[in-house]
Each structure stands twice: as structure tokens, then as C-alpha cells.
């Protein structure tokens, strides 16, 4: 399906058949076997049985494949995966009918997901939002910049470990979290009101989130899955997009109520018509407007939200499979992750048009972003999953637009952390000979690797605080922690528990880098 997930396929195979069984109830009939699919792993392997964050099971993807192999695979589990052994909790009869619906249900058709379907999904858990404290219900600075929010899957990407975790990254306390039943994997923050923030989770189900009482005041079912959302900069308005269906929607951001859905097709790069996936969204501090990745037309589509109707500027041939982005430069320039060029295509929001394509190593993968002023020049640092002969992470002058230099790392890289006022760039290693498990950092101004942390667990997803003191890791699917770092000794001084910690987001990464404003530049300005 994806490149994303032909890379992991390896590794995920096996947490692929596990979710599937979650539910540990017995199932008899096809239509039993299908409900529990939707019920318990279409958020990860696609409502279509065509993949997503795992990859695709049906009777192609499964053809020729051992029952009795992969009946192994889900008693015993897969340490490097989601996935945990099932002896005991499931009888052989259970997993033996899982198995065969699996190898004899082709994918399927793409389900629908109206926008009609999307108001009945809404729910209002607080009616009246004046009832809720005028000021936080815990210790945290003014500005809420040293919160940082830990999308928690759980032990099988749902259930009581689901949740969106808030920490005070002054004290690395918990300070709340917020129940969201299936694996939160987006989480959002509003620039212009810090009281709100906005979980997207694999089931492309939305929350709205009092961080000041720490709550769920609404949520709304936006697809069947996808993680693709951004918030505009005046807090307005939310855009969501999907992998199944393939349409986005705009949101207010208030209300939660659908406004406009997007059906995303268009003319790929090979001169094709066809129906595409959402990749990023983003919002962007120097204009009212939303960009959204096409990630199979290879378009970026910019929308107005000044305008009626919200109007769309279509950016063509920026890419064969667009995934992730990130913004610099004020928010005016986009660095978008094309999987199957590798490249990264720089584009100019304000002209809206490419500026280049840079090269970007084996399948470039961006992750939040990683733009950082180093004497003088503005870096960006990006990661990437190919399977090469030599891994490396990609830097580019973003002033020039032209590589610098592709440094050696030990492996396959997801998600690249910089911050103005700390020494080191940190990249996830996720190649499976390493059992996922270190990060590497490389010095701003040397460009090379200078340390190796083993973080334990899965090593996913490193995220700076917002004053650059700290670097936050997810030490994930075997590890059920945070662990936190000085970020010039690093030296370890806190661990979070969680259940299967994985993305990571600091509200002053929101507020700053991703937005495509470093705090120097921000004080520059004032």
C-alpha cells in the first residue's frame, strides 16, 4: 500500500494478525469475523483490509502464507512489535477461524464516510462550556508553552491505555489525560486560545479538549481512519483528512461541526486520475489558510479559509506519494516528504508554487520537523526509512535550497528533534537489528553523529520542551514509558509510565517550529 509500510511490513506482520483478535470473543460466522475486524483493527490495517499504520491483510497479502506459521506468530507474539503473545487469552479455535476469514476476504471496497455521516457521529460530553474553570486546575506557566502532549496506543491500540497524556515539562509531572478509547495518534494544540487542544486518533476520531480542566468536551467521528489534521492560525477552524474515504473536511474548531468535506483526486505525476489518500495538513502562522498532501495524485492543494466556499489552489507534480511535511521561514515555505522520488520539494505558500526538489536520501520522512538556525543559515534536518545501502540523515540550507551534507546514521530513521537552544539534531533508529531501541544525535555544528542513547523499548518519536532544556523519548511498545534527557549532558533525570507511548507534541513546538517560527527568531521580532 504504502512505502511507510512496506518498510515496517517485516516488523508488523505479526502485531497485523494480533489486532485482529484483541476482543478475545468467539466468533463463529464471516459477518462475525468482519465486525470484529472493524471493531478492532481496521484503525490499523485499513476499514478496506488495504493497510494503513500496518500493513494490508487479505486473501492476496495472505496468499501462500502458513496458517500454521502465522497461528505461531499470534500465540507467541513478536517482541519487536504492537504485538503480544496470545496463548492463554485466546483458544485455538479462535485464532485458527481468524486466520481463514483473513486468507479468504479480498480487500474491499472503499467505505464511505458523508459528511452527513460525520454530524450524526458528533457528541457533546460538556453542554455548557462557561461552567468550565477560568484557569488551570494544576501548576503550569501563563503561556502554556511547557506542556507537552503523549499519544498513548495501548497495550492493543485500545481499551484503557488509549489516551491522549499531558506532561508539565518544567517537572515532568503528569498533569492530566484524557480517555480516547482507540490509540490517539495526532495531538494538536489551538495558537490563539491555549485552553483548547485537539486529539485525532487512529479511528479518525476527533476530540476537543479542555486542557484547563483536562476533558473531552466534544468529539466527532471525521472517517474510518488517517491521521492528517491542522488547526488555522486564528483557532478557527480544524481540517481532518482520511485514508478511508479518501476526502478531508474543514471543522469549526469551536463547535466541532463539518463545514465543507473535500473529495481529494486529481492527476498524478504520470498523468493518471485518480483518487488519492490525505497526507499532512498543515496551518500556517503567516496566512488564513490550510495545505493538504495528495499523497497518490502528488498534488499539495492550498485552501482559503477568507474566502467563500474555501477555495482551492492545486499545486501539481510536487511528488509520487507525498506524506509529511514541515514549515520554515515564517511559515511561507513548505518541505514536503515525497516516499517514492525521494526527494523533499520545497514550496513557497505565499506564490504557491515549487521553489525545488532537493534530495532527500531513501524514503524521506520528515516527521514534525526540524528547521534550526545554525551560524546564520537555517538548517533542516530530515530522516528517512529506506532500506539503502548506506542510511543517512539529510541536511539541507533552506536559505539556498541545496543539500549540505547526508549524514551516516546506524539505521532507517523516522522523526527527526532540533531546537534553537539545544546542541543536538535527535533521530529515531527503527531499523530492526537494533531492536529499535536508540537514538542517535548529531551535533548542529559538526554535522556528525556524537552520541548513542539506548532509550529501551521502542525508541520513537524524540520531542524538545519548548525552552530546549529537555528531550523527550518515547520508549514505546516494550518499554511503557517517556523517558526524559538533559539536553546538553544528556543525562537521563525523569521517566513518564504509559502504555505504549508514541508520538510526542509540545505545544511549543506548535507555537514555534512547526510553524515555521524558532523562539530566536521570535524575539528577534518583537
Known amino acids: 500500500m504504502k512505502n511507510t509500510i512496506k518498510m515496517l511490513n517485516k516488523s508488523l506482520l505479526a502485531s497485523s494478525i494480533a489486532m485482529l483478535l484483541s476482543s478475545g470473543v468467539a466468533m463463529a460466522k464471516s459477518d462475525d469475523f468482519h465486525k470484529l475486524y472493524q471493531d478492532n483493527c481496521a484503525s490499523c490495517h485499513g476499514s478496506d483490509h488495504g493497510g494503513y499504520l500496518a500493513p494490508a491483510l487479505n486473501?492476496?497479502?495472505?496468499?501462500?502464507?502458513?496458517?500454521?506459521?502465522?497461528?505461531?506468530?499470534?500465540?507467541?507474539?513478536?517482541?519487536d512489535t504492537l504485538m503480544p503473545p496470545f496463548y492463554g487469552k485466546l483458544d485455538d479455535d479462535q485464532i485458527r477461524g481468524v486466520i481463514k476469514h483473513l486468507q479468504e476476504t479480498p480487500k474491499q471496497p472503499n467505505p464511505a464516510w458523508t459528511i452527513d455521516d460525520m454530524k450524526k457521529s458528533l457528541k457533546v460530553y460538556v453542554k455548557d462550556e462557561s461552567t468550565l474553570p477560568a484557569k488551570p486546575t494544576f501548576q503550569i506557566d501563563d503561556k502554556f508553552e511547557n506542556l507537552i502532549g503523549v499519544a498513548a496506543r495501548g497495550k492493543y491500540g485500545r481499551g484503557e491505555g488509549s489516551k491522549a497524556i499531558f506532561i508539565n515539562s518544567s517537572t515532568h509531572q503528569k498533569v492530566g489525560e484524557v480517555p480516547t478509547g482507540t490509540a490517539a495518534h495526532i495531538i494538536d494544540f489551538n495558537?490563539?486560545?491555549?485552553?483548547?487542544?485537539?486529539?485525532k486518533t487512529d479511528t479518525a476520531e476527533i476530540f476537543k479538549v479542555d486542557l484547563y480542566s483536562m476533558q473531552a468536551v466534544r468529539s466527532i467521528k471525521t472517517g474510518w481512519n488517517g491521521p492528517g489534521m491542522g488547526v488555522s492560525r486564528d483557532g478557527k477552524y480544524i481540517m481532518a483528512g482520511s485514508f478511508v474515504p479518501h476526502n478531508a473536511v474543514i471543522l469549526n474548531a469551536d463547535t466541532l461541526e463539518p463545514l465543507k468535506t473535500f473529495e481529494l483526486e486529481g492527476t498524478d505525476p504520470d498523468g493518471k486520475h485518480v483518487s488519492s489518500d490525505s497526507g499532512m495538513i498543515i496551518g500556517t502562522p503567516y496566512a488564513d489558510i490550510f495545505a493538504i498532501a495528495l499523497e497518490n495524485a502528488g498534488q499539495v492543494w492550498v485552501i482559503d479559509l477568507n474566502k467563500e466556499g474555501f477555495p482551492v489552489t492545486r499545486i501539481e507534480n510536487v511528488g509520487r506519494h507525498l506524506h509529511d511535511a514541515f514549515l520554515t521561514h515564517g511559515g511561507k515555505k513548505l518541505m514536503?516528504?515525497?516516499?517514492d522520488d525521494s526527494i523533499v520539494a520545497a514550496i513557497d505558500l505565499e506564490k504557491r508554487e515549487i521553489i525545488k526538489k532537493l534530495e532527500a536520501g531513501c524514503v524521506p520522512h520528515v516527521g514534525g520537523g526540524s528547521a534550526v538556525k545554525v551560524d546564520g543559515r537555517t538548517l533542516g534536518f530530515g530522516t528517512n526509512f529506506g532500506d539503502c545501502d548506506?542510511?543517512?540523515?539529510?541536511?539541507?540550507?533552506?536559505?539556498?535550497?541545496?543539500?549540505v551534507k547526508q549524514v551516516p546514521v546506524s539505521g532507517g530513521t523516522e522523526s527527526p528533534a532540533a531546537?534553537?537552544?539545544?546542541?543536538?539534531?535527535?533521530v529515531d533508529i527503527i531499523s530492526k537489528d537494533r531492536r529499535a531501541r536508540t537514538v542517535q544525535l548529531i551535533d548542529k555544528k559538526t554535522l556528525e553523529v556524537a552520541r548513542t542513547l539506548d532509550v529501551g523499548g521502542h525508541a520513537y518519536f524524540p520531542e524538545y520542551s519548548a525552552d530546549g532544556k529537555f528531550l523527550y523519548i518515547s520508549a514505546g511498545y516494550n518499554g511503557d514509558e517517556v523517558v526524559v534527557y538533559d539536553s546538553n549532558t544528556l543525562q537521563k533525570v525523569a521517566t513518564v509510565p504509559m502504555e505504549s507511548p508514541a508520538g510526542i507534541f509540545s505545544r511549543g513546538r506548535v507555537k514555534y517550529m512547526t510553524r515555521g517560527l524558532s523562539p530566536d527568531e521570535m524575539e528577534q521580532s518583537k
Open 390 to 403: 548506506k542510511t543517512v540523515v539529510s541536511v539541507w540550507d533552506l536559505d539556498k535550497m541545496e543539500v
Open 59 to 79: 486473501s492476496a497479502t495472505l496468499k501462500g502464507r502458513s496458517p500454521t506459521a502465522l497461528r505461531t506468530i499470534v500465540m507467541a507474539g513478536s517482541f
Open 336 to 339: 514536503i516528504a515525497s516516499y
Open 419 to 426: 531546537h534553537a537552544n539545544a546542541p543536538y539534531v535527535a
Open 191 to 199: 495558537p490563539a486560545n491555549p485552553r483548547w487542544a485537539y486529539v
